[in-house]
């Protein structure tokens, strides 16, 4: 009943918006092509100039709260209703995943929230994830620090598409421009969101790329070449930006609550970015109620303050990761700064599965297991004698083979029990029921690249189609995202492998809208024992 609750009425508090604060709608910026986008620009009332801070994308700067208010007070943005949240509070003058005007005009900033190129009242052809936004991205940033009420130092800021906006307009190198806060947000369409694993995303990404087709008009159409695309070729990379030319200081949210979506690019763009000054703001909560809550917005005034007003925060002297370990879903166990990420000191811990559904640190005997495709499923089990945080990205080593057909996705979970009982974490769009980590992988798509791939995390290109034969074992490697998790003394990891997603796509008990195409039928083996089986790579983070 708490989740049916959650999706008729959202626990969203919507202040008025503040006193003291000067809103103007609509306000045309030209581009250098001529172009006009329209902005609402939102600045303390007196004084100034002040420093500026910016987001923009399509879904309209003019869905607020405060153009929705009703007998009952404000409405909440519909899409609270679709993808549950914590309790978090923002003003009615805060559309879907911006910098709230309400908290940083107060704090001496100007907010300006901009409808991207076709979209919203702005001029021109709707385009999503081009470069063309980067383009305007920069040109918006331009004009914000040559106006009268702006000190000439301008930070962008925002969550989602209002993040990957921001790897667009930063790899623009706009001279005005002084710092970003991505707040979640990919850097590979392919790998991140449409199609992790070789294997198609068939929920959200079917929900979100339908919507954006109908509010462009049917002008933009991910869906089609997504689904008849399989491999990457050259419509895949040319939307993606190219983040190690971004050298401002960033503030960077990767958190370990959206696997399905923006946390593998998160991480991504931490380790690629050319920043001399960057952090990684690492959580496990809510995505909407971490970025507005109070830890939150104190990181990110930490970090604006310094960059763009000129204080002296002391984020200079901040080591660049904050490092949040969690023991279950609303549990934080540990809180730390660290040097790298993953951190410094991590022991790679290699366990192995063996054909009594055990994962040991001995090698296990020869052996196999069989499941079925479409239904089954093979779990191994491990418990720990001590506590142990595992920290970073997992590797998943097996042997495969299948009984008929020539390919199947293979999905990998890790999995938290304790007392008989699973311990379940924040997951993508509010769900409540996540497993610690997971990886996906098509058998087709096995190929890897050496030279790309990291400790844990295997880069597999997707450029080429290695058909399976029944019958004869493939080595797949399978990276499971990255994760901060503390297991207790007793506490059991449970590994299962299987032909399909893991949730249900409900919307009051299973994770909506969610979703990945099967591929294969029949029998799927794994092939155990020491020449050549199955065996989970953990990194092991010692006591701090």
């Given amino acids: 009943m708490t989740s049916l609750r959650r999706l008729i009425r959202p626990p969203i508090t919507i202040a008025d918006p503040p006193a003291g604060a000067v809103a103007e709608w609509d306000v045309a910026v030209p581009m250098r092509d001529g172009v006009r986008l329209r902005v609402n620009v939102f600045r303390p009332a007196t004084g100034g100039p002040w420093p500026v801070i910016m987001c923009a994308h399509p879904y309209g700067k003019d869905d607020i709260p405060l153009h929705h208010r009703t007998r009952r007070g404000y409405r909440a943005s519909f899409q609270y209703r679709l993808m549950r949240t ?39 052809d709707p385009t999503v994830l081009s470069e063309q936004e980067g383009q305007d991205v920069h040109d918006l940033v331009e004009w914000a620090g040559t106006q009268p009420w702006s000190t000439g130092r301008v930070g962008l800021n925002g969550v989602s598409y209002l993040a990957i906006s921001q790897w667009a307009g930063a790899a623009e190198r706009p001279p005005q421009l002084a710092a970003i806060c991505p707040w979640e947000g990919f850097t590979d369409l392919y790998r991140d969101f449409a199609r992790p694993g070789g294997v198609l ?45 971004i050298e401002v200081p960033a503030l960077i949210c990767g958190s370990f609550s959206d696997h399905n979506l923006h946390s593998p ?142 390919d199947v996705s293979v999905f990998a979970a890790v999995r938290k029990f304790r007392d008989g009982r699973e311990v379940t974490f924040e997951g993508s769009f509010g769900f409540l029921g996540d497993t610690v980590s997971h990886g996906i992988l098509l058998a087709s798509h096995r190929a890897t690249n050496p030279d790309q791939s990291r400790p844990g995390e295997p880069f597999h290109p997707h450029t080429s189609r290695e058909p399976l034969r029944p019958g004869v074992p493939v080595r797949l490697e399978i990276g499971l995202h990255s994760s901060a998790t503390r297991f207790r003394a007793g506490d059991e990891l449970r590994l299962d492998i299987q032909g399909r997603w893991f949730h249900r796509r409900n919307p009051i008990t299973g994770q909506f809208p969610a979703g990945y195409r099967r591929a294969g039928r029949g029998g799927c083996t794994l092939h155990l024992g020491p020449a050549g089986g199955c065996e989970l790579q953990i990194p092991v983070l010692p006591p701090g």
């Fill in 86 to 124: 914590a309790p978090l509070t923002h003003s009615a003058w805060t559309s879907w995943e911006s910098p709230d005007p309400g908290h940083w005009v107060g704090r001496g900033y100007v907010v300006v929230n901009a409808d991207l190129r076709g979209w919203g009242t702005s001029e021109g």
């Fill in 201 to 245: 995303e068939t929920g959200f990404f079917t929900v979100w790329s339908t919507v954006t087709g109908r509010r462009s008009g049917g002008r933009v159409d991910l869906r089609g070449p997504a689904r008849d695309r399989p491999m990457v070729d050259r419509w895949w990379t040319d939307r993606n930006r190219a983040i190690e030319q």
């Fill in 265 to 406: 690019g998160s991480f991504e763009g931490f380790r690629r970015i050319a920043s001399s000054h960057k952090w990684l703001y690492t959580h496990r909560g809510p995505k909407w109620a971490t970025y507005y809550s109070p830890a939150g917005l104190a990181a990110q005034a930490r970090f604006f303050d310094h960059f763009l007003r000129g204080d002296d925060t002391g984020i200079l002297d901040d080591p660049p990761v904050r490092l949040e370990i969690r023991d279950d879903r609303s549990t934080v166990s540990r809180i730390s700064a660290e040097s790298h990420w993953p951190p410094a000191g991590i022991r790679w811990r290699t366990m192995h599965c063996g054909p009594d559904g055990t994962l040991g640190d001995d090698n296990a005997t020869a052996g196999s297991v069989t499941f079925a495709a479409r239904r089954g499923r093979a779990g191994f089990t491990h418990r720990f004698t001590a506590d142990t945080d595992v920290v970073g990205p997992m590797l998943l080593i097996l042997h495969l083979s299948i009984d008929t057909g020539d």
